[in-house]
């Protein structure tokens, strides 16, 4: 597949491949940009669904507090008041007195607690006492008895409530206490469901649920304020249960839990992910209009910028295929100063000055030709090589030949080095360079089979060293060391440099087949074939003195370390 691709990319013509390298490297920034910008615009709109998601539902629930509290003020207000307490646990002589009890105390204070909680149904008291019932104010107890709800009632010490979602209901009930009576007495009261969860069913316009809980998991209220495209999001108490304890609600839904500790209710609001998407609708459409309208533009510029770049070079390819069939005239002309008007030109001198030797100095060169040679042979110095590669990386750029180019540069930059202008010293700086050079040419004829890692401290690349002491131990980790390695796992070839107050110390380290005990202890005295090291270590010494020089740790099978230790020179 690779293959194809790079053969079909080849073939490809230059003002192609211009198009289509432009065109992937202007695609990619706009791309890699929009996608962060959108991915961040949803971060934002989710982040903010979050914030307003948590403080409605904590303005709802201080809402419903602040209902429930005034609930439990009323009903103290009731159950504490003395006259009510004393009224319904006295036994009556007459129906007089029971009627003037009914008249001035209890309808007076019922109706104004109704009258200031408009909420309130009903208010009514439920008791076992010798009494007349009286309307909705007083009740017998056995009216009750039989509500599952009465016998925690009966034995609990503050008012109570009595909440069903699925009966529509909300009841405050609690025991009117008395310890000088045996009579019970419960006071009850009706509130208007709908009234006290008002401000839970207007928190958004729609798609939102909110399901408050008691302490036995039974819902108390639920809402699910769904369009009819967005029922499905819809959840009852047990689904929205099962979810946060497997920990998947959060994969669908933007949901906050809230309590209310007084009455040990657990409040869920959650809306879908979808609504947030919905959200951003407007800026998801500007945002893939941005993206293609920069695509279109970017490649009607790259169309027209390579047309105007590849037209001189097309030219010029025909008036080489008419010098090829020998008409050596020039037609193409470009007087601009650019890489391109620059080679025009020249092929024009070139066409010119070869067309001057044909006519002007053949038959007399061609005489003297075996002699010139011998003397451009001799003439040939390190300038023409470095040239020579030059003009093949050119070449190679030209016809998109990367690991061509990359080898002229690196011989280029290994000779280079190497030649030193005849110089016997170097900085550290152009040594590193000639080592590198090799190892990158050894790793393309390798097809990078080892790896290489070069760590150098900065501060001593100004130093000079004598030249060529790197290379060849490089040179010898890779053909003795790295190429022999038989155990598994990846060639590693390690180059590091650092100072001491003195000194600078280099080390060249592989994990290849590793030394033998004998050979390693006259590898650097006898000449020992295939380890070139012994001219290294002399030379270090003849220049810096005995105290210099090179010494190897070796273990077979797992590698060898050479160290390079030289004087701080500049």
Not at 248 to 273: G, V
Request: hydrophobic share 35%; net charge negative; with cysteine.
């Amino acid at each position: 597949m690779m293959h194809n691709i790079n053969t079909w990319f080849k073939n490809l013509k230059f003002r192609n491949k211009i198009l289509f390298i432009c065109l992937l490297s202007g695609l990619l920034p706009v791309i890699t940009l929009g996608s962060f910008w959108y991915n961040q615009i949803q971060h934002l709109f989710i982040t903010r669904e979050n914030e307003v998601l948590d403080e409605s539902l904590n303005q709802a629930i201080s809402s419903l507090d602040y209902k429930v509290n005034t609930y439990f003020d009323a009903m103290n207000h009731i159950v504490w008041n003395e006259d009510v307490k004393r009224g319904v646990t006295s036994t009556y002589d007459n129906n007089y007195e029971m009627f003037l009890f009914y008249h001035y105390t209890l309808d007076p204070l019922l109706n104004t607690s109704k009258f200031l909680q408009t909420d309130i149904n009903r208010i009514t008291i439920y008791s076992n006492n010798e009494m007349h019932s009286h309307g909705e104010s007083l009740r017998p107890l056995s009216d009750i008895e039989q509500y599952s709800w009465f016998e925690s009632i009966s034995k609990a010490s503050t008012p109570t409530l009595i909440v069903s979602a699925k009966e529509k209901s909300f009841e405050v009930a609690s025991q009117l206490f008395d310890r000088h009576h045996n009579t019970t007495n419960i006071v009850y009261m009706d509130i208007d469901y709908e009234n006290v969860f008002e401000s839970m069913s207007t928190l958004y316009e729609d798609n939102y649920g909110l399901i408050i809980l008691d302490e036995h998991d039974k819902p108390v209220f639920q809402i699910n304020q769904f369009s009819e495209t967005n029922m499905s999001y819809a959840l009852s108490g047990n689904e929205l249960l099962k979810q946060v304890r497997e920990d998947t609600l959060k994969e669908h839904y933007i949901y906050k839990k809230a309590e209310l500790p007084p009455y040990n209710w657990t409040a869920y609001l959650y809306r879908p992910y979808s609504t947030v998407s919905a959200s951003s609708f407007g800026l998801e459409l500007t945002f893939f209009i941005v993206v293609l309208s920069s695509i279109l533009i970017l490649f009607l510029s790259i169309y027209f910028l390579s047309k105007v770049i590849v037209r001189p070079l097309i030219m010029l390819s025909k008036n080489m295929e008419q010098v090829e069939k020998g008409e050596l005239v020039v037609t193409v002309t470009n007087t601009a100063s650019d890489e391109i008007g620059h080679l025009i030109q020249k092929f024009g001198n070139m066409v010119h000055k070869l067309n001057t030797m044909i006519n002007e100095v053949y038959k007399s060169k061609i005489a003297r030709q075996k002699y010139e040679m011998k003397a451009l042979q001799a003439q040939i110095n390190p300038h023409f090589f470095y040239n020579s590669l030059s003009l093949i990386n050119s070449k190679a750029i030209v016809a998109d030949q990367e690991d061509i180019s990359q080898m002229a540069q690196y011989l280029s930059t290994f000779y280079r080095t190497t030649l030193n202008q005849g110089k016997n010293t170097i900085s550290v700086n152009d040594e590193l360079k000639n080592t590198t050079s090799y190892i990158q040419i050894q790793r393309m004829m390798h097809s990078d089979s080892f790896e290489v890692h070069c760590e150098v401290e900065k501060d001593i690349l100004d130093y000079t060293m004598i030249n060529l002491l790197l290379q060849p131990l490089v040179e010898n980790a890779i053909n003795h060391g790295i190429d022999h390695k038989v155990t598994p796992g990846k060639g590693i070839l390690t180059i590091s440099g650092k100072q001491t107050e003195d000194h600078l110390i280099f080390t060249v380290s592989d994990n290849g087949c590793g030394i033998e005990p004998e050979r390693l202890e006259t590898i650097l005295t006898n000449k020992t074939k295939g380890y070139g090291v012994r001219n290294v270590h002399h030379r270090v010494q003849l220049s810096y003195g005995q105290e210099f020089g090179l010494a190897y740790q070796s273990e077979v099978n797992k590698g060898t370390n050479v160290t390079l230790t030289i004087p701080k020179r500049r």
